[in-house]
């Protein structure tokens, strides 16, 4: 279970594979999620566009996510060490591109090592 | 009659005929016991006589080899750098920390030293700063490193630092713990029970009061200039 922490709709999902091997996943791991809580649709009327808009993903959904956050420690090359208190990730479409327009809590700055710099740069804040 | 009649076929009597020969193979077969003769058996020729195995304590021979030349081992270092580890580590420590800025913050004896529960200040190369509460503080040489723990955009995030690491530009000391903590590791304060949450608004004062001091307009002498009497600053000890 993560949390994911961009706006597309989605607030908790479950991780259940890695692409990158049967391993853990680290800190800019391409993983598969389903989406397990995301925020209602009904709250703000049906009429409301942007609410619509703001929630891609629903319930049950199944689809591709990086991980931004983890609580395992991280090692970087310089011997700093990081880690966050909770797990998270970013939801992204098959592509590769970031599915929600925003990035709402601190990132690790790993991701600039795996590629991920649309995520790193939509982000708040990175460590 | 007699004569001829193991060369003819009977025609008839099959029965007669086979218990003679039956008969016959019988006597064949008592004829070739009884009178077997067992074949002439070629005995080995008997091995030559063995040296008596007491002739090594006798021969003397091999006092006559030649002796295998030895070489005395190459000189011993141990003598010459009695503590290689302590060795490495200042030659590291003084290439990391030239002035021996960080050495003295750190070291125990310095009045001024960062405890755990402090709230420290690392500002890295690339110029982004991280503040935390310090956890804890591991004194190992070169390898000396403080946990600091902070709280960015409702997460909680810790780091380890690497005092002498070339990446750290500056650690400065923000704000004391009022009490002096009862643990040498205060990792209880990850609990939400004891969490100190963000410290942001201590660094924010801590940094408006140093742009202040550098400015001059509070009066105080700036720490950092006063280089000659570093335990003069009571607060905002810094190494740079």
């Known amino acids: 279970m993560l949390n994911c922490i961009d706006n597309s709709g989605a607030t908790i999902v479950e991780c259940v594979a890695n692409l990158r091997m049967k391993r853990h996943g680290r800190i800019g791991d391409r993983i598969i999620v389903v989406v397990q809580k995301s925020r209602s649709i009904g709250d703000s009327g049906p009429g409301n566009a942007s609410a619509a808009a703001g929630n891609k993903v629903r319930r049950g959904d199944i689809r591709h996510a990086i991980i931004v956050r983890t609580a395992k420690k991280v090692q970087r090359k310089d011997g700093m060490v990081v880690r966050f208190d909770d797990n998270a990730c970013a939801l992204i479409g098959k592509n590769g591109e970031p599915l929600g327009t925003r990035i709402n809590g601190v990132v690790g700055a790993e991701l600039r090592s795996k590629q991920q710099s649309k995520i790193l740069s939509l982000a708040s804040m990175h460590v | ?240």
């Open chain 2, 1 to 240: 009659m007699a004569s001829t009649a193991p060369s003819l076929r009977p025609l008839s009597s099959w029965k007669g005929l086979l218990r003679q020969s039956r008969q016959q193979r019988t006597c064949i077969r008592c004829l070739s016991t009884a009178l077997a003769t067992a074949p002439a058996q070629s005995l080995p020729p008997p091995p030559p006589r063995l040296r008596s195995p007491f002739r090594i304590l006798n021969d003397t021979s091999h006092t006559s080899l030649k002796r295998i030349k030895t070489y005395p081992p190459p000189p011993s270092l141990r003598n010459k750098f009695p503590h290689p580890v302590d060795d490495w580590q200042a030659y590291h420590m003084k290439e990391l920390d030239p002035r021996g800025s960080r050495t003295r913050l750190f070291d125990r004896y310095n009045p001024d030293v960062p405890h755990v529960g402090d709230i420290l200040l690392v500002t890295f190369k690339t110029g982004d700063p991280f503040a935390g509460v310090c956890l804890s503080i591991k004194r190992r040489g070169v390898d000396t490193g403080i946990l600091l723990r902070s709280r960015l955009t409702l997460v909680g995030v810790e780091m380890w630092v690497k005092v002498y690491s070339p990446n750290v530009k500056a650690v400065e000391v923000v704000k004391r713990a009022e009490k002096r903590a009862r643990r040498g590791k205060l990792y209880y304060m990850r609990k939400p029970k004891h969490d100190k949450g963000s410290v942001e608004r201590e660094v924010e004062e801590y940094l408006k009061r140093r742009r202040l001091i550098r400015s001059g307009e509070l009066g105080v002498k700036d720490p950092l200039k006063s280089a000659k009497n570093p335990s003069a600053a009571r607060s905002g000890v810094g190494a740079r």
